[in-house]
């Protein structure tokens, strides 16, 4: 199998010329290119459970969890917002927030709720503003740099005073395929689509015999 073949841009988003490995990470080289393309594919995978959804859709809680598909990509953002904040500061640690912690845990807890007033192409522009964000300093970051652990944070460990940037990205990649592994219980809840047809569906692809794209299907 010939590898894909691909075209970077500024911004550091993938665009494919040749996709020869279809809902697959893409090669890798060296770390840096497995950290880079382990992101980017986990990344790319609240893309594909999001795809053609209605914002009421998004917004729905459809299994016993409070969790929807709108609020775990709002979270995907947020919590690599936070730990890549972390990974520029390094070997610093960034600005403390000083509002109350009632305060942030509030927003936290908003994090996970895609609200009336969200709709759902919003918070997939947002994504794709962090995930542009992420990968640059994937590229760009000392992956040995230490990562100062926070001691105002009650579950982060106290007997440990840094990680490294390396272990940091490895802990978003974990965020992202532990959250989107959630996200595609709950669309499967919705309609019944399960991953490899929507990313199909999305990239325009199909397997003869074992994967055909996504197809929404007309109300009975």
Do not use: C
């Not at 992101?39 to 790319?44: D, E, N, P, T």
């Not at 594909?48 to 729905?60: K, P």
């Not at 009336?116 to 640059?136: C, F, I, K, R, V």
């Amino acid at each position: 199998m010939r590898a894909s073949l691909l075209l970077i841009d500024r911004l550091g988003i993938r665009r494919f010329l040749i996709r020869d490995m279809p809902a697959l990470a893409s090669p890798v080289t060296d770390e840096r290119s497995a950290l880079r393309e382990y992101l980017a594919f986990h990344q790319s995978a609240f893309f594909a459970v999001a795809y053609g959804l209605t914002d009421e859709q998004a917004r729905s809680t459809p299994t016993v969890s409070a969790l929807s598909i709108g609020g775990l990509v709002k979270h995907a953002t947020g919590v690599q917002r936070t730990w890549m904040a972390r990974v520029a500061a390094a070997p610093q640690a960034p600005p403390r927030d000083t509002r109350p912690f009632e305060e942030i845990a509030k927003e936290f807890a908003d994090q996970h709720v895609m609200r009336p007033d969200e709709t759902l192409a919003g918070l997939l522009s947002a994504l794709e503003t962090q995930n542009a964000e992420s990968l640059h300093l994937v590229d760009t970051a000392d992956l040995a740099a230490a990562v100062p652990v926070p001691t105002d944070i009650p579950w982060f460990p106290k007997g440990l005073d840094a990680w490294s940037v390396r272990w940091v990205i490895l802990h978003v990649i974990n965020e992202l395929a532990r959250h989107s592994g959630h996200a595609d219980i709950i669309r499967e809840s919705i309609d019944g689509a399960t991953m490899y047809e929507l990313i199909a569906a999305r990239e325009g692809w199909a397997i003869d015999g074992w994967v055909q794209p996504w197809t929404r299907h007309a109300d009975p």
